[in-house]
């Protein structure tokens, strides 16, 4: 399988804290990306990452990708309790995309 | 900011009919993508399409489903003969190849109920 696995798989946190998620993968990939989602609702586009890069920042995010480890990590710092969401990364492979089952992110007021 | 926009946002169908979901990519995008995610589990890719044709498919993607863009605006997902397993979460998606790179645009989804 060529897919993203996140870890861990749900994270608890206080508000104002950092949250730390991770993606494996198992084949050279393109880019990879995280997404967010909120219970039942749709996929939103965090950041995306290319193979040529180590480090991204957005906001309160910040990606790494090592790709000779073929792992990612998504930091959140300073949490807030509107971070509550499911995380995905999502691995290019050519044209297709592979979602990992994503880490449940629950932050407590 | 354009956007992948999907009709309906809920479907609720009897076991057995036939649902059309809908989809419309960015406008200069000519990737075109349907994936699936069953309530509480991952994003399944179901099928590329690209050319009026379809590009890969998953093994989910068996023959009762089938994509088409009937114009130059609509990408569509049809379910011949749905089954109870078919209720999920339909996600659309677009992109276009910027050197070689996919960076691909995902709708709000249409929440597929079959009962």
């Known amino acids: 399988s060529q897919q993203g696995e996140e870890d861990p798989q749900a994270l608890s946190i206080q508000e104002g804290e950092n949250a730390t998620m991770n993606c494996s993968y198992k084949?050279?990939?393109?880019?990879l990306q995280w997404y967010r989602q909120n219970s039942g609702r749709g996929l939103v586009h965090l950041i995306l990452?290319?193979?040529?890069?180590r480090e991204k920042h957005s906001g309160r995010l910040r990606v790494t990708l090592d790709t000779s480890k073929k792992s990612s990590s998504l930091l959140i710092t300073a949490s807030r309790a509107a971070d509550t969401a499911s995380y995905f990364c999502?691995?290019?492979?050519?044209?297709?995309?592979?979602f990992g089952p994503g880490t449940r992110l629950s932050v407590l007021p | 900011e354009p956007e992948v926009t999907q009709t309906p946002s809920h479907q609720v169908t009897q076991m057995g009919q036939e649902v059309i979901l809908r989809c419309v990519p960015i406008?200069?995008?000519?990737?075109f993508y349907w994936y699936r995610q069953i309530l509480g589990q991952k994003v399944e890719f179901l099928v590329s399409?690209?050319?009026?044709?379809?590009?890969?498919k998953s093994e989910i993607f068996d023959d009762q489903f089938s994509v088409e863009r009937p114009d130059g605006s609509n990408f569509t997902l049809k379910i011949r003969s749905t089954k109870l397993e078919d209720s999920a979460m339909y996600f659309c998606?677009?992109?276009?190849?910027?050197?070689?790179?996919?960076?691909?645009?995902f709708g709000p989804g249409t929440r597929l109920t079959v009962t």
């Open positions: 406008s200069n995008h000519l990737y």
């Open positions: 399409f690209y050319n009026n044709e379809i590009s890969e």
């Open positions: 084949t050279s990939i393109n880019n």
């Open positions: 998606a677009s992109s276009k190849e910027t050197s070689g790179i996919y960076e691909q645009y």
């Open positions: 999502a691995t290019e492979y050519g044209q297709n995309f592979v």
């Open positions: 990452i290319r193979s040529n890069e």
